[in-house]
């Protein structure tokens, strides 16, 4: 098989995971990993690593064409919590990194694209309960506008150049490995870490703050599972919702006092709130599941079983 990944971004929270997943899928060869700046051991150590800017086209284009690859996933972003803060950094990244890639693949230089979205294209416009596939857009983050272009260009360049590109709109994910990095779901994360470490957190998002969310590893799943689908099967060329749970930080707390009883939470809502709020609450994904096949697997529960089983150790 001639497959050879690059994935640029890989050293963010999903970035490193996907990198690992697919160097154990494909070998270790095969999965190029890239990023502005050096990994930690594991990824460095696991396989071949190019720091890289994405907004570089001549660099991005010479790792193409160097390693000969074939599916690039894109998973550098800044993200809607620091994108509020540094508004033209994040539109520049987010979507000049994106134009790279495209203009590479409609070149020819690249078969197959993945690019992530968010739940952040949403606004309060848009129905907060089982938001459809296709409904009302009218992000008020930077980030959002930027997922929400960059939807638009990714339909653009498959109807105009036959580009093979293939999107999901991220919930929050949460994971063990590697924190995230301003956003405004990452709260979910950093509960756990100082429900081990100090049985107590002050969560920057009020208790009834219901966002759709996900555990890593259907986040992977979904991820390497749309790259993997029959393009025939792939039919919207904008990006795919993508659901499993939603849950506010009394729900999270609520389940992790089944395992640590004395934690307790309390509530220092800041600016994040405001985007939070802006956001839908549950999402239909059913095109997903109806197309190419998607289905999770963790709960709330489960995921906090795995999450407090995974960071106990760093905690002792
Ligand atoms: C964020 O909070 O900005 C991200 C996202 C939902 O895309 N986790």
Not at 50 to 73: G, H, P, R, S
Not at 181 to 191: E, H, N, R, S, W
Not at 206 to 221: H, K, Q, S, V
Not at 238 to 250: H, K, R
């Amino acid at each position: 098989m001639k497959k050879r990944i690059l994935i640029i971004g890989a050293c963010g929270q999903i970035g490193t995971e996907l990198t690992a997943f697919l160097r154990n899928k494909y070998g270790a060869h095969k999965v190029v990993a890239s990023d502005i700046r050096e990994g930690d051991d594991e990824l460095m150590e696991s396989g071949p690593f190019e720091v890289l800017d994405a907004m570089d086209y001549d660099a991005v284009q010479d790792i193409v064409i160097n390693y000969e690859i074939t599916d690039v996933y894109l998973m550098a972003a800044m993200l809607s919590a620091t994108g509020e803060k540094f508004p033209m950094k994040a539109w520049n990244l987010n979507m000049n990194s994106l134009f790279n890639v495209l203009n590479l693949a409609k070149e020819g230089k690249v078969d197959k694209v993945f690019w992530p979205s968010s739940i952040a294209v949403f606004g309060s416009t848009t129905p907060k309960q089982d938001t459809p596939q296709r409904t009302v857009m009218e992000p008020s983050t930077v980030y959002g506008i930027s997922k929400q272009t960059g939807e638009r260009w990714c339909e653009y360049y498959n109807k105009r150049f036959g580009v093979d590109v293939r999107s999901i709109r991220y919930p929050g994910i949460i994971s063990y490995k590697t924190l995230p990095g301003g956003g405004t779901t990452d709260y979910a994360v950093d509960i756990y870490h100082k429900a081990l470490k100090h049985k107590k957190y002050i969560c920057f998002l009020n208790a009834e703050t219901t966002l759709p969310m996900m555990y890593m590893e259907d986040a992977i799943r979904a991820t390497v599972g749309i790259m993997e689908a029959d393009e025939k099967d792939i039919k919207i060329k904008s990006s795919y919702n993508l659901s499993a749970m939603s849950f506010n930080p009394e729900d999270v707390t609520a389940s992790i006092k089944k395992h640590i009883p004395e934690f307790t939470i309390s509530y220092e809502p800041d600016f994040r709130q405001e985007i939070a709020d802006s956001w839908p609450s549950s999402i239909d994904d059913s095109k997903a599941r109806e197309d190419w096949g998607w289905q999770h697997k963790y709960s709330l529960d489960e995921m906090t079983e795995e999450m407090l089983k995974n960071l106990k150790g760093e905690y002792k």
